[in-house]
């Protein structure tokens, strides 16, 4: 094969590749271009940007680059958002091990993570996420509520387990044929007042919104400083 022949081949070879990956991956460069807006945002200090980038990145289902997951942890340390930001670094070690590009910085913000974690661990006001606790707006944080009896499903009435709601309770007498009795349980009616409201199709029970903790998370990063005029 001569030189001019080997060259067109490197041609249609080059030319064919280009076009094979643009058909097979064509969303490469969506990637690329989101893990290129990411880290600029992250270089100007724009974290917001580079998270809200992050997540399109996530939610678009596309096969995440290897670094992303380190970049991201190091974005959500940023934001204060500290269990998330450590989850996403375990991930980053987790798939690569020693061989990271940024596996000397994964490290470091492994430790940077130590402190800011602790502190959520031992506050009372903030969630495992370290989002400030704000009193439920249902229950005014009484934990418990007047609510539709959950039992009943505010019917008020329910049926009869005992004669699965017939009225009637059937026996075989000695002679193997079957006697009928009116159920003594709900004297033939097959329904019963509902054991749990009495009827007021109303209950007394824990809050659904809060489940019952009378609190829930805002999206306030907590300070885990008591405020003064906090009640
Ligand atoms: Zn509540
Ligand atoms: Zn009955
Ligand atoms: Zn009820
Ligand atoms: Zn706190």
Avoid: V
Wanted: charged fraction near 25%; aromatic fraction near 8%.
């Amino acid at each position: 094969m001569n030189f001019k022949s080997t060259l067109k081949l490197l041609i249609l070879f080059l030319l064919l590749g280009g076009s094979l990956e643009a058909q097979i991956l064509p969303n490469l460069g969506q990637t690329d271009r989101w893990m290129k807006g990411a880290t600029a945002a992250m270089e100007r200090k724009d974290y917001e940007t580079a998270n809200s980038i992050f997540r399109n990145l996530i939610d678009s289902g596309l096969p995440l680059p290897e670094e992303m997951p380190y970049l991201f942890a190091e974005t959500l340390f940023e934001l204060g958002q500290y269990d998330n930001s450590s989850n996403f670094l375990k991930k980053y070690l987790e798939l690569t091990g020693f061989n990271g590009d940024n596996y000397e910085g994964a490290k470091e913000l492994e430790k940077r993570l130590e402190g800011p974690l602790k502190e959520i661990q031992a506050c009372q006001l903030c969630d495992r996420n370290g989002y400030r606790f704000e009193t439920c707006s249902t229950c005014q944080g009484k934990q418990q509520l007047e609510q539709e009896c959950n039992y009943c499903k505010a019917k008020g009435i329910i049926g009869c387990s005992r004669c699965a709601g017939t009225g009637m309770i059937t026996k075989k007498n000695i002679f193997n044929i079957i006697e009928y009795f009116e159920c003594e349980r709900c004297s033939g009616k097959g329904r019963l007042t509902c054991p749990e409201c009495n009827g007021s199709l109303k209950e007394l029970s824990a809050c659904r919104t809060c489940s019952g903790s009378g609190k829930i998370s805002s999206e306030l990063i907590c300070n885990h400083k008591e405020l003064p005029h906090e009640h």
